[in-house]
């Protein structure tokens, strides 16, 4: 996706265009139509559907047929290089294992372990006093103020729980 | 759309020192051992009325049981994430659920895959009886009169309901049907009733009593009956509908609690009893007529009676309308 | 005249200060995080009213629902992730205002102005009580379908560059909310026979997703490039808003108060849409537009000035009919229910202590939370002391604790991941992310109260024209869309002019 705002809007057209279509086939099979009533559970998604498709085709001929010159100079933001990939990459990958350890041992434990291997492994801190302070510091003032004092209900885990 | 928990934090010192007292007292003297040595969380699945009188049930259970109760809300599905939430906890007796004829509802609509069997009742802890009513201006001061009316019209009668299958609809449905009216049910969200009978856009609505109550004393509405065969004390003075014309009527909501089905029956004693002292205190009662809720402990023994009665009743309904998705 | 007096002593006993103030206290601290609500405040605080006396029960109801209003803007000032959909408006001007070195003033500005939006939509709640409750109940199901379209055309004004793009977003935002159970059949719709995928895409959820996510990534790419800013402590000042400032925004604070006032009033609407119209109009009164969305002071000001009139407005139908309009209400009708006290008409007439009691109180909330908010200002902003990196980890947890925290459901928070992840993309792909909320916002009551609508006309679509008041906010719409169209077609001619000569 890095390069001009033409061949950005050719794939973004064309990417959400098949997106409408596949919704629109979901449909068509799958949410049942009501006879005779003026409106369903089909008329909303199928028009939202119709609408993605007709705007995203108009976005991909606007990137096909536009003539408007300056699309193929401009540059399309700053482009997706090797660490923009990995910010995604790290940031879904906290999450996955975060709500995996938050599902089975509850709020303590995982955010104390999800927290300090995410500034070990990822960030590259080295210091013991972040390692450790930071997790153990978060954590206990999360649960200390909005799980004790707000009594917001915080995850339990499945398998055992540190408080 | 929240979550909450009426324990004992430091919080429920600012309320009341005397509650908070007791709250700490209590847990030193209990035996460890025994039922219940940690919180019960009771699954709350709607908001509004329900939700509060579920947190003063929840409140009052905490006092007389010696562990925090807290109510943790997870509503979505028209229950049945609160109820497969519940059903898939484990039978320990820790895990409990606020439950309503929703559970009947949302099955039949084919939205849940287990019924009423797949959880085991604790206790019945009170009902709430719908009205019928229409604006004042309608001229109609009892059921034979609006029915006489909406003949004579030949127009359809416009009856607002809270959603599509649910129990209002189902409720209305029974009445009309009765009546041998004609009817085109308005799905309205919660507690939108009485704007849209005073906005002249439905013709009757039936609701909880509670929200016509200040209208009802204003005299812009006339509540015509209520839906259960015998006379409860209501918000507002009226008759029942099988009196009034529609002979044989009788329904009305449950509220009650349930556990995961295997829970041991040592725990759902104790359960049971703390939440026959809880129903039974004066505190519930005010509380009730305050929200437009009746109280009634039932056992058990008696609540699973009537669950399984009420659920045949529903099913039957909703084939009637067409609206069964399990038969 | 006694019964003010009574009502005044009753609201000033410091039981009822103190308990305003812990109101306040907790609503803001709620409001201020992504994913906790003032609803959920309500309720939590709801139970310690229980035994309380009701001038102190109202009193600390009333201080969380107004401060669960005001901290949502904290939020979307300093991190750029709205605590509420309310303040969702805020982040346009309110973020650029924080990363220019101005937070405490942008949140200052806005504590000012929600505390003045506020109270002037309390003094219309006092002179026309009945007659706003009138138009309240006006409001079908048609006439909401016609205002939420309206709505839905500020799209036109934040979509930036490209109105297809911004159209794409909107309706990217209604896709999303369509998934789980239709809310007028109860059909499952995308759930793939999965009883979990019933509860659907919640609106908190997928706004936190939206707005934290891909902020997040682009943080953690920074600090990986060695590029992130250096924190200067002198960047991190202290400065509130002169009266100069405050002055000069006086059009706006009245314009945007009364569409929040009247917006709050109609039943199953609410903050955000006030949000967004009193933002869009601003800018469309505004002698410089283009400075909208770069850091604008008035483009903070119109969002927080009506949100906080909604809170005013909303307590009209509630006091006066009894009628909550959404969640936050209903959970406070609740709490004056069970103290014995009614709201409706004859509220008025035998207990007037009573409704003297709410407005003083409702004026006391405002203060309270002010004062908290313009005395918190200097911890808060000390937040952006932290380095990005690892504030942004903590925002990620917490956005975590938020989406969970809505339905206690780890559902969520994979659906609030999931939905980052793609917002993320739609970023890269130059789509906006504002009007992606639009649509999530909005989308839900336009399917319920349009299919409504037809159920009630029984398919007739002229029910949607029959009233004046629809047919008014249509033709507001259109208007709308017809001065973009001209905007754009304008600006074209001009850049195809320039590049002739």
């Given amino acids: 996706m890095t390069g001009t705002v033409r061949t950005r809007d050719l794939l973004t057209g064309s990417l959400l265009l098949v997106v409408a279509l596949v919704w629109i086939g979901l449909i068509l099979t799958t949410i049942p139509d009501a006879e005779g009533m003026p409106s369903s559970a089909r008329t909303f998604p199928l028009a939202s559907g119709i609408g993605l498709a007709v705007l995203s085709a108009i976005v991909v001929a606007g990137a096909l047929f536009g003539n408007t010159a300056d699309a193929d100079q401009k540059r399309a933001g700053p482009g997706l290089d090797a660490l923009e990939w990995r910010g995604i990459a790290a940031t879904f990958g906290f999450l996955v294992g975060y709500i995996a350890l938050l599902w089975a041992v509850g709020f303590i434990l995982a955010t104390v372990v999800a927290l300090a291997a995410y500034l070990f492994l990822m960030l590259g801190k080295r210091s013991p006093a972040l390692l450790i302070g930071y997790p153990v510091g978060f954590a206990l003032a999360v649960w200390l103020i909005l799980g004790k004092l707000l009594a917001v209900y915080l995850p339990r885990g499945v398998l055992f729980n540190l408080f | ?327 | 005249m006694d019964a003010l007096l009574t009502a005044l002593a009753a609201s000033l006993s410091w039981q009822s200060v103190l308990a305003t103030f812990f109101g306040s206290l907790v609503g803001l601290i709620f409001g201020a995080i992504p994913g906790l609500t003032y609803s959920m405040a309500l309720a939590m605080v709801l139970p310690i009213t229980f035994t309380m006396g009701h001038t102190p029960a109202i009193a600390m109801l009333l201080g969380t629902y107004i401060g669960g209003m005001t901290g949502g803007a904290v939020s979307a000032i300093l991190i750029g992730v709205p605590g509420t959909p309310s303040a969702a408006a805020t982040v346009l001007d309110g973020e650029i205002m924080g990363k220019q070195g101005k937070a405490s003033l942008a949140i200052g500005i806005a504590t000012i102005a929600g505390c003045i939006g506020g109270i002037l939509s309390l003094i219309v709640m006092l002179v026309s009580v009945d007659a706003l409750a009138r138009v309240a109940i006006s409001f079908g199901p048609a006439e909401i379908t016609a205002l939420v379209v309206f709505g839905l055309s500020t799209i036109c004004g934040l979509a930036g560059g490209s109105l297809v793009k911004g159209l794409i977003g909107g309706v990217i935002g209604l896709m999303l909310m369509n998934i789980g159970q239709d809310p007028i059949d109860g059909v499952p719709r995308f759930t793939f026979g999965s009883t979990a995928m019933l509860q659907g895409v919640d609106l908190l959820v997928a706004m936190i997703g939206l707005f934290a996510v891909p902020h997040v990534v682009t943080v953690f790419a920074t600090y990986w490039r060695g590029k992130e800013m250096k924190i200067d402590p002198g960047h991190v000042r202290t400065e509130l808003p002169s009266w100069r400032l405050l002055l000069a925004q006086r059009w706006n604070f009245l314009r945007s108060a009364a569409i929040g006032t009247v917006v709050g009033a109609i039943p199953g609407t609410g903050g955000p849409i006030a949000a967004f119209l009193a933002y869009d109009q601003a800018k469309r009164w505004s002698g410089h537009p283009e400075t909208f969305g770069k850091g604008e002071v008035s483009g903070v000001v119109a969002p927080e000035a009506s949100n906080h009139a909604v809170t005013g407005g909303a307590m009209i139908p509630l006091i006066g009919l009894g009628i909550p309009g959404d969640p936050a209400t209903a959970i406070i009708l609740g709490g004056l229910l069970i103290h014995g006290i009614q709201p409706g008409p004859l509220l008025f007439m035998e207990k007037p202590d009573v409704i003297s009691s709410i407005y003083l109180l409702f004026v006391l909330s405002y203060i309270i939370t002010a004062l908290i908010q313009l005395f918190g200002v200097r911890l808060f902003v000390k937040a952006l002391r932290v380095p990005p990196h690892l504030l942004a980890l903590g925002i990620l947890v917490m956005c975590v604790i938020g989406s969970f925290a809505i339905r206690n459901s780890l559902f969520d928070v994979g659906v609030m991941s999931l939905v980052g992840f793609l917002a993320y993309w739609l970023i890269k792909g130059g789509i906006p992310v504002t009007p992606i909320l639009l649509g999530l916002v909005l989308g839900p009551t336009l399917e319920r109260e349009a299919r409504t609508a037809l159920i009630m006309s029984e398919g007739s679509p002229t029910v949607f024209v029959e009233s004046y008041t629809a047919l008014l906010f249509w033709g507001l719409a259109l208007l709308i869309l017809l001065s973009q169209v001209v905007t754009m077609v304008r600006e074209r001619n001009g850049k195809a002019s320039k590049a002739t000569t």
């Fill in chain 2, 1 to 327: 759309m929240s979550s909450i928990r009426s324990t004992a934090t430091p919080l429920r010192l600012f309320g009341s020192a005397a509650a908070a007292a007791l709250l700490i007292a209590v847990p030193l003297g209990t035996a460890r051992a025994e039922f219940p040595d940690k919180t019960i969380e009771m699954t709350t699945l709607f908001g509004g009325p329900a939700q509060t009188t579920s947190q003063v049930l929840a409140d009052l259970m905490s006092k007389n049981i010696g562990q925090p109760v807290i109510t943790v809300s997870r509503p979505g599905g028209g229950g049945a994430i609160g109820y497969t939430y519940v059903q898939s906890a484990p039978a320990d007796g820790y895990s409990i659920v606020f439950s309503s004829n929703s559970i009947s509802t949302v099955y039949y609509q084919g939205n849940l895959p287990f019924n009423y069997t797949a959880l085991a009742p604790i206790a019945h802890i009170g009902m709430e009886v719908p009205v019928l009513a229409v604006r004042a201006d309608s001229g109609w001061k009892d059921l034979k009169s609006m029915q006489a009316a909406a003949k004579a019209s030949g127009k359809k009668l416009r009856v607002g309901v809270s959603g599509l299958g649910t129990f209002t609809h189902l409720a209305s449905a029974a009445l009309f049907n009765r009546l041998g009216l004609q009817v085109v049910y308005i799905p309205y969200g919660e507690g939108r009733a009485p704007a849209e009978l005073l906005g002249g856009r439905v013709d009757a609505a039936l609701q909880w009593s509670s929200q016509f109550a200040p209208h009802v004393k204003a005299g812009t509405i006339n509540v015509l009956c209520m839906t259960s065969k015998d006379k409860v004390d209501l918000a507002i003075e009226t008759v029942t509908c099988d009196s009034a014309g529609a002979t044989g009527l009788d329904l009305t909501i449950w509220r009650g609690i349930h556990a995961p089905k295997d829970t041991p029956p040592a725990a759902i004693a104790r359960l049971e009893a703390s939440i026959k002292q809880a129903v039974e205190s004066a505190e519930f009662k005010k509380a009730g007529e305050n929200l437009g809720f009746t109280p009634l402990f039932k056992s058990a023994k008696d609540f699973g009676k009537l669950v399984a009665d009420n659920d045949k009743e529903i099913g039957e309904l909703m084939t009637e309308l067409g609206i069964n998705k399990k038969k």
